[in-house]
């Protein structure tokens, strides 16, 4: 018996448009990565430089310093490097390269969800010219959004497969690991690279289980299930073992993040208020994630009715028929889960629009299934060309403003004009000062781009109250070898309390230097000793 997936074709032409469309997205993020536009962020350095440790024998689990954000994204980076070298550039490639996958991947899952080859070549053109935000966290690479996307798509369509399949024959004797084995392969490399791919995981359980819950053998199809997820997961329960469960819970859960206070019912109407006010506008590409600042005004009011529609079709659709269809359940369920994460858990304080990448592809979807049902041609085609012209728009207007570029940093004092870095490295090396102190936004991208010839521990605090959490120390062989040079020098950044707290400190110690700034980084070297942060009431701790 022929099962659902072999009874349908992929017609050459459908897969010329989806590749089309696919290949829209890499010559986009090319264009921008071509014009400069995006600083060379700390985060993106500390995947360089796992990259760089695990081609010299490292193995580690997780992004530098923390217990979730599998490194699974340094090992592809790793992989760049050792292909083409080791350079900002092949960093970004395979942020490129995965995206172009996440939307080919949805064009295909557009199409097995209501097989309808317009639906997923339409959501296939929002997805390959998004909005601000999603070009953004596609593009430079925070450690494992690009990868949660992706199996976020891997997941969905595993799913659709499993209900699809023909249940007359019996999966599990005619596929002994089967589907329910990927599908659980899937899930458990998710947990690991990202826990944001819960948004799809959930969903995703709920259907399958439900679909199948009065079947013979549901047991076994739970236990293939199992199976898979303990081999996807491997390297999360390996760190469990051998460095203890407390972490690895508490952070997938937002400790990393948990910096409020108040009762929990304040916090949590703080989070509403991220999420329906902030989160609504930079999810649907009204304003960027680091800024409070309209993108397209113009063109704005007709996006917003567009997306009004949409949302009163999928409700008037739903009160019509009373029912939930397999599409509906999937995207709905990634909505309702994200938006449960961020209200009741700690990340619900950053609406800043990473937390809400996975909404890119259930609005994708909407908007298809919506215009594909326009009687009209021409209005088709117009709808069809809004969003991603509004989409181009609010990127190019980002783009325009450089500094500080389409950048991840959304605290003011932290958007660096990188573009004086290499400058920076040449004064270093040439002055002699190969090791000191700054902060997390300079140490690890100075470390990067000088083949690791310039250390400086991020033992400064960048905010302007000069606040200082540990977990900036990603690295803690670099602190120790500056702690043991007998020649260090200071870099800040955007912080005059900072800056005058040095200058009073050097003086009360009788410390004689020199200071130069270039660009946004400025200087204190040639210290008459070595003067370390701990010796002057820096780099500790404070709440």
């Known amino acids: 018996m022929r099962s659902w997936w072999q009874n349908r074709k992929i017609g050459t032409k459908w897969m010329g448009l989806a590749l089309v469309i696919t290949g829209l997205s890499v010559l986009l993020k090319i264009a921008l990565l071509g014009a400069e536009v995006f600083p060379f962020n700390a985060d993106e350095a500390v995947v360089g430089l796992m990259a760089r440790h695990i081609l010299q024998g490292a193995r580690p689990i997780f992004f530098y310093g923390q217990a979730y954000m599998g490194s699974l994204d340094a090992w592809l980076v790793a992989l760049g490097f050792a292909l083409l070298g080791e350079h900002v550039e092949v960093i970004r490639l395979v942020q490129v390269l995965l995206y172009a996958l996440t939307v080919f991947s949805a064009i295909l899952l557009g199409w097995m969800l209501w097989e309808d080859r317009r639906i997923g070549l339409l959501a296939g053109v929002f997805l390959a010219i998004p909005n601000v935000n999603v070009t953004l966290y596609t593009t430079v690479s925070l450690g494992g959004y690009g990868e949660a996307l992706l199996i976020g ?4 369509i595993t799913a659709v497969l499993l209900v699809r399949e023909d249940r007359s024959e019996d999966l599990i004797r005619r596929v002994p690991w089967g589907l ?3 599908l659980g392969f899937w899930i458990g490399l998710g947990l690991w690279v990202h826990g944001m791919t819960l948004v799809y995981s959930v969903p995703a359980i709920g259907v399958a289980t439900w679909h199948f819950r009065h079947e013979r053998g549901i047991a076994k199809r739970i236990g293939m299930l199992g199976i898979g997820f303990f081999v996807g997961s491997l390297p999360w329960w390996y760190f469990a073992l051998t460095q203890g469960w407390k972490p690895l819970l508490t952070e997938l859960l937002g400790s990393a993040v948990a910096v409020e206070e108040g009762a929990w019912w304040q916090r949590t109407l703080q989070h509403a208020f991220n999420l329906i006010v902030l989160g609504s506008t930079v999810t649907l590409g009204f304003r960027p994630p680091w800024a409070v600042q309209w993108l397209g005004l113009p063109l704005m009011p007709f996006v917003l009715s567009l997306w009004m529609l949409v949302a009163w079709e999928g409700i008037r659709g739903w009160w019509s028929t009373r029912s939930i269809t397999l599409a509906s359940s999937l995207l709905l369920g990634i909505g309702l889960t994200l938006g449960a994460g961020f209200l009741f858990t700690s990340f619900g304080v950053d609406p800043s629009g990473r937390y809400f990448l996975p909404l890119a592809l259930p609005l994708a979807f909407g908007a298809a299934r ?40 959304f605290y003011a004092p932290t958007q660096i004009d990188q573009r004086h870095l290499p400058a920076l490295s040449a004064f270093l090396e040439q002055a002699g000062e190969t090791r000191g102190y700054s902060n997390y936004w300079v140490a690890y991208p100075l470390a990067f781009i000088s083949q690791e010839e310039l250390i400086f521990a991020p033992r400064l605090p960048y905010h302007l109250d000069l606040r200082y959490t540990s977990r900036d120390d990603r690295y803690p062989p670099y602190t120790l070898v500056v702690s043991q040079s007998e020649r260090v020098a200071y870099i800040t950044t955007h912080n005059p309390a900072l800056d005058d707290y040095l200058k009073q400190a050097f003086d009360r110690l009788n410390i004689n230097y020199q200071e130069v700034q270039i660009g946004d980084y400025r200087i204190y070297y040639r210290l008459s000793r070595p003067v370390h942060p701990h010796e002057i009431g820096l780099g500790e701790t404070h709440p």
């Open 153 to 156: 798509n891997l997941i969905l």
């Open 370 to 409: 919506w215009i594909a049902r326009l009687s009209s041609k021409g209005l088709r085609l117009l709808c069809t060309m809004l969003i991603p012209l509004y989409h181009l728009w609010g990127i190019g207007t980002c783009a325009a403003q450089n500094p500080p570029g389409i950048t991840t940093q």
């Open 180 to 182: 329910w084995s990927l």
